[in-house]
């Protein structure tokens, strides 16, 4: 059944058609100021159940009309598939024949595809990193806190928050990671 939202079924019948997420994501006219952004949120949308509904029904009805209109089935293309790997591998043309096999791997579904969202330049910090990035935010927090209680006046602390080496590391975050610092930076 068609989505009630436009773009969502433009984007479930780009994706259906074998356009890859992010192409399809915004051939469906959505927007994003990033290529991560664009690939993120193209990703979610097309984990929504709707969606996926959606790509699957449209997937099965063209199945159904090609295997109507000339005769093509899975069971056709299996062989088809078979029979190229075994003549490709006959002609010591093993690329082709493993793109066969995988090919015909991926329809019995032996293969689960992976695709990896990258975080941002927190993913470069070891994990000691991370921890101690948290707990000088929580700790900046606090003494903030207590010393806007006690003067009101954020602008004159210190810029000492961070233990030593961290400035350049720190230096190379975008905001709102580059925050963290002590001091005024509200």
Same mark, same amino acid.
């Given at each position: 059944?068609? *989505? !009630? /939202?436009? =773009?969502?079924?433009?984007? &479930?019948? /780009? *994706?259906a058609k074998g356009i890859p997420q992010s192409k399809a994501y915004v051939q469906a006219g959505f927007e994003a100021t990033t290529d991560q952004a664009i690939r993120v949120n193209a990703h979610k949308l097309s984990r929504k159940t709707a969606v996926m509904? =959606?790509?699957?029904?449209?997937?099965?009805a063209? $199945?159904?009309?090609?295997?109507?209109?000339i005769g093509i089935d899975k069971a056709w293309i299996?062989?088809? #598939?078979? !029979? #190229?790997s075994e003549a490709a591998q006959e002609a010591n043309q093993y690329g082709p024949s493993v793109r066969a096999v995988e090919l015909m791997g991926r329809e019995r579904g032996m293969f689960v595809e992976?695709?990896?969202?990258?975080?941002?330049?927190?993913?470069?910090?070891?994990? &000691? !990193?991370?921890?101690? #990035?948290?707990?000088?935010? !929580? $700790?900046?927090? $606090?003494r903030r806190s207590t010393i806007a209680g006690e003067s009101g006046d954020q602008d004159s602390q210190d810029r000492n928050a961070l233990p030593a080496g961290w400035a350049s590391k720190q230096a190379q975050l975008p905001a709102p990671y580059g925050a963290f610092?002590?001091?005024?930076g509200s």
């Open positions: 059944m068609k *989505l !009630d /939202n436009e =773009r969502h079924e433009l984007f &479930a019948q /780009n *994706l509904r =959606r790509v699957t029904e449209l997937q099965e063209g $199945a159904r009309r090609a295997e109507r209109e299996m062989l088809r #598939l078979r !029979d #190229l992976k695709h990896e969202v990258r975080g941002g330049p927190l993913e470069e910090l070891s994990i &000691a !990193d991370l921890e101690r #990035l948290v707990e000088n935010a !929580d $700790a900046e927090s $606090a610092q002590g001091g005024g």
